[in-house]
């Protein structure tokens, strides 16, 4: 743990746990982790850019947390980046650390034989020592799509969010789809418009659990707005002066949005 180029990742549940005093959220010096949590081995996985190791370890959801410590939500974490320069590409260190703690936590067991798995050698992979299945990280590919009409964009309240927070239509690629399958399908099924002019953007990891997601644009060629009423409560067309609350910066749908509001889309 006190290897040079050392960084640990601490989570627990949807938080990611930091010093009191951290003004970094690029990972805990090794050394410090071991002094607050003795006894604890992080996971190691190959780090992905720029050399050295990538560390991380999930809490168990009751473990206490060490005094001068705090809980950060994850996804409020997010934001920093923006203000620091990431933007959405900044993110993925952190994205990846949880992502892949959460992964070994819920492969424990070979789906196939029931027997406890092990970490693979030479892979990213978990490994059944009795009948040999592997099991890769889970990545399920969603589809968030920008959906304009003139001037318009589509902007969606879901039942999930918080009062007054509005986004973009989301959902998760089908067996079978292709991406701008999923784009068409997600739009009529959500707010009953048809698009066409489909096109990537950019992606952004997702580890809520574990997804990946995928963002494009659309046009809209018909239709009148009627909401499912079980995923959207509400759906509207806004101008560039009239947009409702958003989802927090940090996030692919506030990128996307903040893009086609600047007119770089």
Known sequence: MNDSGSRVFVFQ?????????AGTLAGIDGARFCSAFPGLVPYRSPFLSGG??????????????????????LRSVLSLFVSSGGGIQG??????????????RASLYCGRCGAKNTDHPEELARLCPVCGGLEFPRIAPAVISVVTRGDKILLAHNVRFINKVYSLIAGFVEAGETLEDTVSREIQEEVGLEVD??????SQPWPFPHSLMLGFSARCTGGTIQVDGKEIEDARWFSRDDLPGLSQHGSISRYLIDRWAAGTL
């Open 91 to 104: 993110n993925n260190d952190i994205l990846r650390a949880y992502h892949l703690v959460q992964w070994r």
């Open 197 to 202: 002019d489909i096109r990537y953007i950019t």
């Open 13 to 21: 549940k949807s938080d990611c746990i930091v010093p009191g005093d």
């Open 52 to 73: 050295g190791f990538l560390d991380a370890v999930l809490l168990e959801d009751e473990a206490a947390i060490p005094e001068g410590w705090k809980a950060l939500p």
